[in-house]
């Protein structure tokens, strides 16, 4: 069964550092979505593409976080500094369609000290 | 996308059926109910979903009432890998109004032995 795929799984770094994340959504899919989990609460979502278009970026701190979809199949998340606050979950999905039902990576625990 | 309601927790024989409520009473005539899951660690997986008739996979049942007000999820007969946190979702599903999956706190499922 195919599967989103994300890397690295876990993360630490210190604040003030530049971070970055990788996703691999499942093959076809044109959606892909990063979300933001905090520890204790439901995911954020933070961007959507379609394709290599950003759809939906209204939740991403533009200051310091950054994505990009290059060539409609893989993305990268980036988040430049780092804070204490960004300590999170970060998941990222895809689906088919947009409107059709998305399916999650394994996500990538942030850590920041 | 209309808000839900979800008791916090709730706990479930191992073999029994699992009977999740959400309260919807805000949703809108073209908003879908979703339902997805989230096992510890893992990225939240997607469950079913359902507009007003009632329907059926190979993982639950998703049985929503004739004013569309409230559904439960139905676990027909949980394991101990059912323990999760599971989200009701509503959303509407189109191009036009965007894909963002709008997490609440979820109910928290511990199925026990």
């Known amino acids: 069964e195919a599967e989103v795929a994300q890397s690295p799984r876990y993360k630490i770094t210190e604040k003030s550092q530049a971070v970055a994340f990788w996703c691999d959504p499942i093959?076809?899919?044109?959606?892909l979505y990063w979300y933001r989990q905090i520890l204790g609460q439901g995911p954020e979502l933070l961007v959507q593409?379609?394709?290599?278009?950003?759809?939906?970026d209204s939740q991403l701190p533009k200051d310091r976080f950054s994505a990009e979809r290059l060539k409609g199949v893989d993305s990268t998340l980036k988040i430049q500094p780092a804070e204490l606050g960004d300590s999170a979950m970060y998941l990222c999905?895809?689906?088919?369609?947009?409107?059709?039902?998305?399916?999650f990576g394994p996500g990538t625990r942030l850590t920041v000290t | 996308d209309a808000k839900t309601t979800q008791p916090p927790s709730m706990d479930c024989a191992e073999g029994r059926a699992a009977n999740l409520p959400c309260n919807h009473s805000t949703i809108s005539g073209n908003e879908y109910v979703y339902w997805y899951r989230q096992i510890h660690s893992q990225g939240p997986q997607y469950i079913i979903h359902?507009?007003?008739n009632n329907e059926t996979n190979e993982m639950a049942s998703l049985i929503i009432t004739e004013d569309r007000k409230s559904s439960t999820l139905i676990l027909p007969h949980a394991t101990l890998r059912d323990t999760a946190v599971y989200y009701c979702?509503?959303?509407?599903?189109?191009?036009?109004?965007?894909?963002?999956?709008?997490f609440g706190g979820g109910t928290r499922v511990l199925v026990k032995p």
């Open positions: 979702i509503v959303r509407v599903a189109n191009r036009a109004a965007g894909n963002k999956l709008t």
């Open positions: 593409f379609q394709d290599e278009s950003v759809v939906d």
């Open positions: 999905a895809s689906s088919l369609i947009e409107g059709s039902e998305q399916y």
């Open positions: 359902g507009l007003k």
């Open positions: 093959s076809g899919h044109a959606t």
